[in-house]
């Protein structure tokens, strides 16, 4: 069936960047295709405009490429390395080579058979590439596969039969390896779908039903038992449990789920039966998006892949003029034309392009893959390499250096015990609104300390509240208020003094006619904030600066305990994306660690924003390059390392590429460059790009 619209397609048996270019062209070639995205590393095709899967398959049939909806729920068959089809044909023609080449050894490499038998081998080997690499001859369009056809071709004119068929036996072996090592590149997206399930248990209308998660609604009853995955997103209705959330965020604890909890799909629910009220559709997921996000991330190019990009595009042409120097202008000085003409068609084999073209993406790939199963979303190469350049880091302070929420840490209570002193003050701020009074009533909950409801409550603005608490009148507020009101005595005000250095908020309680004590509140400054500093040291970082609105005792008592190198204190949003512009003429490229939303035009102006908590917020997915999908700053350090590993294999990539042609090429002056040790170079080169851009799938936090 056509349909007018954006479709969007997965792709089986693409493993060449050159393939893969060629049959987005195809693509855009059709009738009626108006535009056309080929995101090589997910292996996925999104075509806009009027175009059938047949018309795709056709326009892929050159290299086998098979097309599918995207929705289309299929298990893709895993079909045996010795019985696919590739495989076979390189066993038939190693057999026919081998036999060849025994007979040769006998009677020589004139004798009719070994020739018919190195003809054959060449013929059951190269067939596929023969017939794509005479058509783009035709057409003057110069990839791999043209420059093999031309090479094997010119082999065979001048008598070389065993190296021609030694060469199309060990292109063949080189494409089998390629495609079996980008396989393993795409595994982490792979992964990334296979962790949410296809069918549901719900509750609708009383009933109990097992549908597909495309057909599960807003609103229906999620049934989940110990041990299975959570199939939707929602909200817990009913049970407790503990739940396994490193599928989505990387964390390595499970986290304990009662009512009104949020769940992800994908995360697996561990001792007790839930029951999850739906409130995202199956395409709304967080696990969707993050593959969403991951897939869009894989197809964007980094700098230095342009860079690759626009290289390889002139340097196809050059090699093929080389050979043509090297086959020409010798042989018309020493009339030599048989070795200068086949050291030509070696210069061709050996500057197939294909390593030169894969360095980049095939390591983005993996990168990009495996820091979304780490719990990290990084949104696209440009700024996984960013990531590496990185040497200052910005944090806000509240909620990604400390918890985000207020704790009491000291209570000093005078002529009266602690309890009672909780008690008291509980009371009255029983009917506050105030954040601190939030924190003193969690404090007395969590000692288990009862306390009754003020009465006659009043607020007063900037200074504190007092309400009636048995008979008595109860204020708690500022120290300077309460000394307004009542004698405070000097160590009292010195202990205040020592906790306020500290950076904490001091709460002073008193009756009508004495101090009751002091409360201390502050946001706890996260347990792994202080060694996340010295691991970002290690990692590279030269600068750290915290940012916030806290006044400047408090801002830098906080900043000595986590090591910071630098504090900005009594600021505004606004003032922070200043902060941000200073930093970046200052120190170069700058990160900015916030919370995604009220840090929203600092993390823009960053080099690399990245948003904390990325699993529950959708701004965070939406407005930063990076986002840690658990609230754990231990992913960073891991991200900045994964950043920097890419950078040096990219770089280590390019070098194999081009350094292992260059030493081939060099086999010219002295007359030693033969088509095996050619097409040897360009699969070794292609092979270690790929297993050097797959070490980053080991890298863990």
């Not at 000085?333 to 030169?356: F, K, N, S």
């Not at 409550?457 to 048995?470: L, N, P, W």
């Amino acid at each position: 069936m056509k349909i007018d619209e954006k479709n969007e397609y997965r792709l089986e048996n693409l493993s060449c960047v050159n393939c893969a270019a060629k049959f987005e062209k195809n693509v855009r070639n059709l009738p009626g295709v108006d535009d056309v995205l080929l995101n090589f590393g997910a292996s996925k095709l999104t075509v806009s405009g009027v175009a059938s899967v047949k018309d795709l398959e056709q326009a892929g049939a050159f290299d086998n490429i098979k097309v599918r909806p995207v929705k289309e729920k299929r298990v893709i068959e895993t079909i045996p390395f010795y019985k696919r089809k590739e495989n076979v044909i390189s066993l038939f023609s190693l057999l026919f080579l081998l036999i060849g080449t025994s007979i040769s050894f006998e009677s020589g490499e004139e004798n009719l058979l070994a020739i018919s038998l190195f003809a054959l081998s060449i013929l059951v080997g190269g067939f596929d590439m023969f017939k794509v690499g005479l058509k783009n001859l035709f057409r003057f369009e110069f990839d791999m596969k043209t420059l093999m056809t031309i090479a094997i071709i010119g082999a065979a004119i001048i008598g070389e039969w065993r190296e021609g068929a030694v060469v199309v036996f060990l292109f063949a072996v080189s494409e089998a390896l390629e495609a079996y090592s980008m396989n393993k590149a795409r595994q982490s997206i792979r992964h990334l779908m296979d962790i949410a399930p296809s069918r549901a248990i719900v509750r609708r209308k009383g009933e109990l039903l097992e549908l597909d998660t495309d057909e599960v609604r807003i609103g229906d009853m999620l049934i989940v038992k110990p041990g299975q995955k959570i199939a939707m997103d929602g909200q817990v209705s009913s049970g407790l449990s503990t739940v396994n959330q490193a599928p989505i965020t990387g964390e390595s604890m499970p986290v304990t789920k009662s009512v009104g909890d949020e769940v992800f799909a994908g995360t697996i629910n561990e001792e007790g039966a839930l029951e999850v009220l739906v409130t995202k559709r199956a395409e709304d997921t967080t696990i969707a998006k993050i593959i969403h996000l991951v897939e869009e991330a894989q197809a964007e190019k980094a700098p230095s892949q342009k860079f690759v990009d626009r290289f390889a595009k002139y340097y196809t042409p050059i090699i093929v003029i080389i050979a043509l120097l090297v086959a020409v202008i010798p042989s018309l000085v020493t009339g030599d034309w048989h070795t200068w003409v086949y050291q030509g068609l070696a210069v061709l084999v050996v500057g197939c392009p294909c390593a030169l073209v894969v360095s980049t993406p095939v390591a983005i790939v993996t990168a990009i893959g495996n820091a979304a199963r780490q719990g990290v979303l990084i949104k696209g190469g440009i700024h996984l390499e960013e990531l590496g350049k990185i040497k200052a880091v910005a944090f806000d302070k509240t909620g990604t250096l400390t918890k985000g929420y207020p704790e009491v840490t000291n209570v000093v209570p005078v002529d009266i015990s602690e309890v009672e002193m909780v008690r008291l003050t509980a009371a009255v701020e029983s009917m506050s609104q105030h954040p601190l009074a939030r924190a003193i009533l969690n404090y007395a909950k969590g000692k288990g300390i009862s306390f009754p409801e003020g009465t006659e409550f009043q607020s007063v603005t900037g200074k504190g509240a007092h309400a009636r608490v048995d008979g008595r009148a109860i204020m708690a507020g500022s120290l300077d208020w309460i000394g307004s009101i009542v004698f405070v005595p000097e160590q009292m005000q010195q202990m205040a003094t020592a906790l306020q250095s500290e950076g904490k908020s001091v709460i002073a309680i008193a009756d009508e006619q004495h101090l009751i004590g002091l409360i201390a509140v502050e946001d706890p400054i996260r347990e792994n904030s202080a060694e996340v500093l010295k691991r970002l040291v290690k990692a590279g970082v030269t600068h750290t600066v915290m940012l916030t609105g806290d006044g400047k005792r408090t801002a830098e008592a906080i900043a000595k305990r986590v090591n910071v190198t630098n504090v900005e204190a009594q600021l505004m949003p606004e003032d922070k994306l200043t902060a941000i512009q200073k930093m970046r003429n200052q120190f170069g490229r700058v990160a900015m660690v916030g919370d995604g939303v009220n840090d929203a035009p600092a993390l823009a102006t960053a080099d690399v924003g990245i948003a904390m908590g990325g699993a529950g917020t959708d701004a965070a997915l939406e407005t930063a390059d990076v986002a840690l999908m658990s609230d754990d700053l231990d992913k960073l350090p891991y991200s900045i390392n994964l950043s920097r590993k890419t950078l040096r294999i990219i770089k280590e990539n390019i070098m194999f590429a081009l350094g292992l042609k260059i030493v081939a090429l060099l086999l010219i002056i002295p007359g030693w460059l033969t088509l095996w040790i050619a097409i040897f170079a360009d699969m070794g080169a292609t092979l270690l790009v790929v297993l050097n851009s797959l070490r980053l799938m080991r890298i863990q936090k």
